[in-house]
Every structure is written in C-alpha cells, then in structure tokens.
C-alpha cells in the first residue's frame, strides 16, 4: 500500500506494529528477537523493522506480514531510486543522520543509542555491505515429499531433481563418512538453486528473454545459437560465447517476433566448477575421450560449504546430463586456521604465504602436518605447530643419520640394494627378525590405510615402526655396530638396518616425496648402479617384505616391551634406578607366550633390560605361582550385586568370600567372567563384581597389565650394592 499524502500512521497489531511511511507500510516486531523462528543472539531486544532489503529472513518476514515489496536501490551504486521522497538518489550507506531527522520531523523519533550487531561486510577490504532486492534465475529443485525416500515411485522420483541427486550420493564412498549425511541433508532443505550473478565477468548464461513481451528462451549451444540468431552472431567468430560479444547476438522471439536479446546476468560460479567433469574431458567433440576418464575416482576440497557449491554443483550437473555419478569417492576436509584459532587474513597479521612456509618450515614437514590429522578437524597452522611434526620427522632423520655415520667410519657397504632380494632368515638374530616383520606390517599397514584414502592411519602406522626402530631395536642394538669381535653380528645389524630403512622410504614416498627420495639416494642409489634411479620409480614395498613377516614374534615382542614398563615402573615407585642390579624378576606371561627357545632369548633381553640376575617363569609346569607372590584377597562389590540379584545378593557375596581367591581371579582376569555356586547352583558373576585386592609379599614389588604379571625382588644384598 503506497501513500502519497506523506503521512505516517502506526497501526498496532497482535505481533508487533505497522508503521506506515510515505513509502510503503512495513511491519515492527517488539518481541525479543527478529520474529519467531528468526532469533539470534544479536538481535537485540525491542523494535526492529522488517524489510525486504534488511536481509533474507526480514525479507521472509515482511512477505509473511503483509509488508509491500519495492525494489529501492538502483543495480549498481546502492542509491535510492525514484519515489523515495527526499531520499532519491542519495546514497543509502550513508544518510542515516538524514533518516533520523525524518524520523523526528514524523515525530517517530524516541531515542538514538549506539549498539553492537551483526552485520556483514566484504572480507577483503571490510566494507559495509547493503542488502538489495533483486530478479534471479533459478533451477527447480523440485517438491520434498512428506514420506521416507525408499518409499517413493519411479514418477515421483523423476519429477524432483533432488532425489535424482540422491540415488547418485548414495553411490560415492564418502571420506569422513558424515559427508554423505551432510549432502542428503542439504538437498532436503535447499531451495530452488539459484545460477545467476549480477556481475559482468563470467559465464554468459544462455537465456534470451524477449524485449517486448518478457518470452525467454533457453539456448542449448553454440550451433544452436547459430541457427537461430538474427544478427550479431558474427562477433562470435574467433572468439568464446562470452561477454561483450554474445551480448551482440540477437533472436526472434518465439512468442512475437520482436528482437529478444541475452539477459545481463551472468552464471553462478559453482555452474562453471560442477561441469568441469564434462567440459574439461571434451564430452562435447570427443565423446570416447570422455568416457575414458569418467567418472573420476577421487575428487577433494575442503567441506565447509562445498556441500552446497562444488560438491553440490559436479552431482547436479551430472545428474542431470547423465543420471550417473561423477566421481566415484570424495575426501572432504576442514578448514586451516591460523595458530591463534582464527582464519588466516593478512590484516590480521596471522596469514603465512605459501613460499615463506615452504622456505622456513620445509613441505615434508607441511604435508607431516596435514596427513596425521584428522580430516574432520581444524588445523592451527603456524611454525610452532610445525615445529611438533618436525621433530616427530628428525626421530626419522637421526637414525638415518646413525646409520651413515657408523657405515663410513666401519666402511659399510651393502652388497644387495634391492628389498626383493631379501628374505626370511632363521639365522638372523630375533631382535632382527622382529623389525624386519615390524617393516612388512608397517608397508601393509600404511598401503591398506591409503587404498581408503587414511593418510593419518598411514602416518599412524609409519611413526609406530619409526618408534620400534629408534627407540628399541637400535637401543638394543647399538653396541652391534661397533668394531668387536663378532664381525658376522656387525654385519648382520648394518644389513638389518639398510633394509629396514629402505622399507621406510619406499614406505613414506607418496607421503614425504623429497625426505624419502633422499634416504634413497643416499641408502640405493648411491650404493649399487642398477638401482632405480629415483624411490619414485620403484614399487611398493609389501609384497617383498611379506616373507619377513612374524605375527607370533611381533605379538611376544609386545607382551616383552610392556613388561620392561611394568619393571621400570615398580623400579621407579621403589626409587631405585635400573643401573642398580637387582637379585630375581618372577614373570607370568599370557597364554599365547611362546614355549620354545624364542621364550628364553625374551626373557634374557629382560633381564638385560631390567638389570636383574635371574627371570622366573610363573604359572608353568613346575614353575613357581601367582600366589607366592602376593596375597590375593577377594569381597564382594555389593553395589554392582545389588543392581543385578536384589534381594539375593547376600548368597551371592558369601560364595565370592567362599572361593578360592586365586583361582577366582585367574578365571576373572583371563574371560571377564567367572561362575560361582550358590545353594547348589551356578551363578555367573562379572568382573566387576568382585573388588580383588593384591598384597605384594615383603619385599617384593608386584604390578599387573593386560594378562602380564610381574614382580621384582627389591632386596639389596651387599653383593648387588657392590656391583
């Protein structure tokens, strides 16, 4: 309802007030926030005008409320147009002051106190944005039905392109797996999609809209064009359907006649990005180059947003041209921040150039930094960050490092280069046959990850073995590679470890290309002159070092290694160093401990280990028992009891305090579960129903984890103090 009289009336209302201007009637919400449905923190409390040109939600609102839709502002300088009064062709980012006066001349003025909110602004130079109501074009997405997907006909299906679109998303592996639901939901809840942009750069939509008589017609192509064009497709020669010259091309209109001509929008970006998978591969002239290469296997781009735009756009565009999917997985990824949480502007002075990075921080490091994270998570990028990832990196580096500098100074050359030519050794030491199948499960591992697209279980895998190589193989073998009277043992340990590393740069190579290409000039290439001249040449690793696998050993060395912490924790409770020898060390191992001579080259690496004279096996035939080192006492856990047998907890608790204490726990510890008889009968109790207490002996140390137990004699006799 537009006014020429220039009054101002204020009608109240059930919701709120309309106040009627010269201009038009617009609704005022009084409520707390902008309407129902609409609230946000800023909002505010109080009046608040809704408008069409206020934003999308008020200009929802205004249609919801009756409220008039004008377009004010002009295409292009954000002035008022004709019919605004005084306000005509002034500028609307700037006459707030002269609104105010306005405002108080119609004696609607009350009260002017500055306030925070939220408001947009351009991201590159911070200025303030306007809101303007204008013509767009539109694909029909199509209705959503009110009924479950696998419900739907074939017709309905057929007749909304958003489920169209979802046969295809139910198609492609999606990395991480919420990708898919986040699509299926975006195309639930989006709008009819919007592809036009008022710009001038950009892709010239194909649509011809009639001068006289607003008829439109849609142009499937080039040639089409050309067949139909009265005048003006000559400037095309030579040139692409672009702006300014296919706006030269005229068209008889359809309907009358008259000249119809290209509309000045411009397409949505995301309709250049979603064709890509046709344009690029020439779907138009070469049809069999096409098929080929569609559709792709893996696509990637950061998902905040992409669900809606490139992910979006590729599905719709194939969808619609072939009902098929364009890509077959896609790897999504959060977003990179700056250390200090915030997105990286160079305003802010926490934006890193990418040469600068690469210069200081090394793009070995980079990618480290970006393939062991998760790729649902943020990364806070920034050099103390990657300081973190370097120094995981130089573990690697250093036992490189180790190994060059012992072979030069011991004239250390390897007489094979080739992994291929490597197998399993029954001669080799155990500590060797461990990490050579520590190196064949660390190339599964790290492949399988990738087939899937798991770069951080890749690295996983990778910093594990690189762990198990520096910190326990090379610990415990570093007196090997000294000059010593055992020349066949020195050999033995140079050649384990050229090919351990060698396994670890072929390993490495599609995730740290430039360190795992120098680990192989200086281990391969370097060493034998038919080597592949590049790490990127050869193949990977696993299929060779299959035969060096040992799951059994790899599995004792494991139950080995967490008994030397159970040790070097009562070592370090009792307060004595490991330098200090100690007289005997009992030990009982889980079930699926080996029994012939491997046991024993384990437990004296023990020993060794723990500085202890003598290991006792436990639980053996004739081996000494749990229970002569420690005291084992049983009661019941009445809470855990009650929940389960009520009334009847009483008889359950007098048989736990009733069974034999040791047995119970052994059978407790070893299923989880154990069963006891109560007036005749058998009840099963869990573990948590039983509160086990264990009391070391005098004098002894005793510690328990995962089916292991171990205990140290912690008597210090004058001999041990002596040595």
Same mark, same amino acid.
């Given at each position: 309802?537009?006014?020429?009289?220039?009054?101002?009336?204020?009608?109240?209302?059930?919701?709120?007030?309309?106040?009627?201007?010269?201009?038009?009637?617009?609704?005022?919400?009084?409520?707390?926030?902008?309407?129902?449905?609409?609230?946000?923190?800023?909002?505010?409390?109080?009046?608040?005008?809704?408008?069409?040109?206020?934003?999308?939600?008020?200009?929802?609102?205004?249609?919801?409320?009756?409220?008039?839709?004008?377009?004010?502002?002009?295409?292009?300088?954000?002035?008022?147009?004709?019919?605004?009064?005084?306000?005509?062709?002034?500028?609307?980012?700037?006459?707030?002051?002269?609104?105010?006066?306005?405002?108080?001349?119609?004696?609607?003025?009350?009260?002017?106190?500055?306030?925070?909110?939220?408001?947009?602004?351009?991201?590159?130079?911070?200025?303030?944005?306007?809101?303007?109501?204008?013509?767009?074009?539109?694909?029909?997405?199509?209705?959503?039905?009110?009924?479950?997907?696998?419900?739907?006909?074939?017709?309905?299906?057929?007749?909304?392109?958003?489920?169209?679109?979802?046969?295809?998303?139910?198609?492609?592996?999606?990395?991480?797996?919420?990708?898919?639901?986040?699509?299926?939901?975006?195309?639930?809840?989006?709008?009819?999609?919007?592809?036009? =942009? =008022?710009?001038?750069?950009?892709?010239?939509?194909?649509?011809?809209?009639?001068?006289?008589?607003?008829?439109?017609?849609?142009?499937?192509?080039?040639?089409?064009?050309?067949?139909?064009?009265?005048?003006?497709?000559?400037?095309?020669?030579?040139?692409?359907?672009?702006?300014?010259?296919?706006?030269?091309?005229?068209?008889?209109?359809?309907?009358?006649?008259?000249?119809?001509?290209?509309? =000045?929008?411009?397409?949505?970006?995301?309709?250049?990005?979603?064709?890509?998978?046709?344009?690029?591969?020439?779907?138009?002239?070469?049809?069999?180059?096409?098929?080929?290469?569609?559709?792709?296997?893996?696509?990637?781009?950061?998902?905040?947003?992409?669900?809606?735009?490139?992910?979006?756009?590729?599905?719709?565009?194939?969808?619609?041209?072939?009902?098929?999917?364009?890509?077959?997985?896609?790897?999504?990824?959060?977003?990179?921040?700056?250390?200090?949480?915030?997105?990286?502007? =160079?305003?802010?002075?926490?934006?890193?150039?990418?040469?600068?990075?690469?210069?200081?921080?090394?793009?070995?490091?980079?990618?480290?930094?970006?393939?062991?994270?998760?790729?649902?998570?943020?990364?806070?990028?920034?050099?103390?960050?990657?300081?973190?990832?370097?120094?995981?990196?130089?573990?690697?580096?250093?036992?490189?490092?180790?190994?060059?500098?012992?072979?030069?100074?011991?004239?250390?050359?390897?007489?094979?280069?080739?992994?291929?030519?490597?197998?399993?050794?029954?001669?080799?030491?155990?500590?060797?046959?461990?990490?050579?199948?520590?190196?064949?499960?660390?190339?599964?591992?790290?492949?399988?990850?990738?087939?899937?697209?798991?770069?951080?279980?890749?690295?996983?895998?990778?910093?594990?073995?690189?762990?198990?190589?520096?910190?326990?193989?090379?610990?415990?073998?570093?007196?090997?590679?000294?000059?010593?009277?055992?020349?066949?043992?020195?050999?033995?340990?140079?050649?384990?470890?050229?090919?351990?590393?060698?396994?670890?740069?072929?390993?490495?190579?599609?995730?740290?290309?430039?360190?795992?290409?120098?680990?192989?000039?200086?281990?391969?290439?370097?060493?034998?002159?038919?080597?592949?001249?590049?790490?990127?040449?050869?193949?990977?690793?696993?299929?060779?070092?299959?035969?060096?696998?040992?799951?059994?050993?790899?599995?004792?060395?494991?139950?080995?290694?967490?008994?030397?912490?159970?040790?070097?924790?009562?070592?370090? &409770?009792?307060?004595?160093?490991?330098?200090?020898?100690?007289?005997?060390?009992?030990?009982?191992?889980?079930?699926?401990?080996?029994?012939?001579?491997?046991?024993?080259?384990?437990?004296?690496?023990?020993?060794?280990?723990?500085?202890?004279?003598?290991?006792?096996?436990?639980?053996?035939?004739?081996?000494?028992?749990?229970?002569?080192?420690?005291?084992?006492?049983?009661?019941?856990?009445?809470?855990?009891?009650?929940?389960?047998?009520?009334?009847?907890? &009483?008889?359950?608790?007098?048989?736990?305090?009733?069974?034999?204490?040791?047995?119970?726990?052994?059978?407790?510890?070893?299923?989880?579960?154990?069963?006891?008889?109560?007036?005749?009968?058998?009840?099963?109790?869990?573990?948590?129903?039983?509160?086990?207490?264990?009391?070391?002996?005098?004098?002894?140390?005793?510690?328990?984890?995962?089916?292991?137990?171990?205990?140290?004699?912690?008597?210090?006799?004058?001999?041990?103090?002596?040595?």
């Amino acid at each position: 309802r537009h006014r020429d009289d220039g009054e101002a009336v204020l009608f109240e209302g059930a919701q709120g007030v309309m106040l009627d201007l010269a201009w038009g009637t617009y609704p005022f919400v009084t409520s707390s926030s902008c309407l129902p449905g609409f609230a946000a923190a800023s909002c505010g409390i109080g009046p608040r005008l809704l408008g069409p040109v206020i934003g999308v939600m008020k200009a929802y609102a205004t249609r919801v409320g009756g409220g008039p839709f004008p377009t004010e502002l002009d295409d292009e300088a954000g002035r008022y147009l004709a019919g605004f009064g005084k306000f005509e062709g002034m500028d609307a980012a700037g006459i707030a002051a002269e609104i105010i006066e306005e405002l108080e001349a119609l004696d609607f003025y009350y009260h002017l106190e500055p306030y925070t909110h939220r408001y947009p602004h351009c991201w590159r130079c911070g200025t303030a944005l306007l809101f303007r109501v204008v013509d767009e074009w539109y694909i029909s997405m199509g209705p959503v039905y009110d009924q479950p997907r696998e419900t739907l006909t074939t017709e309905q299906v057929d007749t909304s392109l958003r489920y169209q679109i979802m046969e295809i998303v139910d198609q492609i592996e999606w990395f991480p797996g919420f990708g898919y639901d986040r699509e299926i939901d975006w195309l639930y809840t989006m709008g009819d999609w919007m592809i036009s =942009k =008022k710009r001038y750069w950009g892709l010239a939509l194909p649509i011809w809209e009639c001068t006289a008589c607003d008829a439109y017609q849609v142009i499937g192509g080039r040639e089409e064009l050309g067949q139909k064009a009265s005048r003006g497709f000559d400037q095309l020669d030579g040139r692409s359907p672009h702006r300014p010259w296919v706006d030269e091309v005229v068209l008889p209109c359809t309907e009358c006649g008259a000249d119809a001509r290209r509309i =000045k929008d411009v397409g949505n970006p995301w309709l250049d990005a979603g064709i890509v998978p046709f344009s690029t591969l020439h779907y138009r002239t070469d049809r069999d180059y096409w098929e080929k290469w569609f559709p792709a296997d893996w696509v990637s781009e950061s998902f905040p947003g992409q669900f809606r735009n490139w992910f979006y756009s590729m599905l719709a565009m194939a969808t619609v041209l072939r009902r098929e999917w364009p890509f077959k997985s896609l790897f999504g990824y959060a977003t990179l921040y700056g250390e200090d949480g915030r997105p990286m502007h =160079k305003s802010w002075g926490n934006a890193i150039e990418f040469n600068e990075a690469a210069e200081r921080m090394g793009v070995d490091v980079m990618r480290w930094m970006y393939m062991s994270s998760r790729p649902e998570d943020n990364i806070l990028f920034g050099y103390h960050t990657a300081d973190e990832a370097r120094r995981e990196l130089l573990v690697l580096w250093n036992t490189l490092a180790f190994f060059t500098t012992y072979a030069r100074l011991g004239d250390w050359a390897p007489s094979r280069a080739v992994i291929g030519e490597q197998s399993a050794d029954a001669s080799r030491s155990l500590l060797d046959r461990w990490i050579l199948s520590r190196a064949a499960d660390m190339a599964a591992t790290a492949g399988a990850c990738m087939d899937v697209y798991d770069t951080r279980g890749a690295t996983r895998a990778i910093s594990e073995f690189v762990d198990d190589l520096s910190q326990w193989w090379l610990r415990r073998s570093r007196r090997r590679f000294s000059r010593g009277d055992d020349a066949t043992d020195r050999e033995a340990a140079f050649g384990t470890m050229h090919l351990a590393l060698m396994a670890v740069a072929r390993t490495i190579a599609p995730l740290l290309p430039f360190l795992a290409e120098e680990f192989h000039q200086v281990l391969v290439a370097s060493t034998a002159e038919d080597a592949p001249e590049s790490v990127h040449l050869t193949a990977w690793p696993t299929p060779e070092l299959a035969p060096l696998r040992d799951e059994a050993l790899e599995a004792a060395m494991a139950d080995l290694r967490r008994a030397v912490e159970l040790g070097r924790t009562l070592r370090s &409770q009792a307060g004595i160093k490991v330098r200090q020898p100690l007289g005997t060390l009992w030990l009982a191992m889980p079930a699926d401990w080996p029994t012939d001579e491997t046991a024993d080259e384990l437990l004296a690496q023990l020993a060794e280990e723990l500085n202890v004279g003598s290991v006792i096996s436990l639980g053996g035939e004739g081996d000494a028992t749990a229970d002569e080192l420690v005291h084992v006492s049983l009661k019941a856990n009445f809470r855990s009891l009650g929940r389960r047998f009520g009334k009847g907890t &009483q008889p359950v608790a007098a048989a736990i305090s009733a069974a034999d204490p040791v047995a119970l726990t052994g059978t407790l510890r070893a299923s989880g579960s154990a069963t006891v008889e109560v007036d005749g009968a058998p009840v099963q109790i869990s573990a948590d129903d039983v509160v086990i207490t264990e009391t070391p002996r005098e004098g002894w140390a005793v510690a328990t984890d995962a089916g292991e137990t171990l205990a140290l004699d912690l008597t210090l006799t004058p001999e041990l103090v002596a040595r």
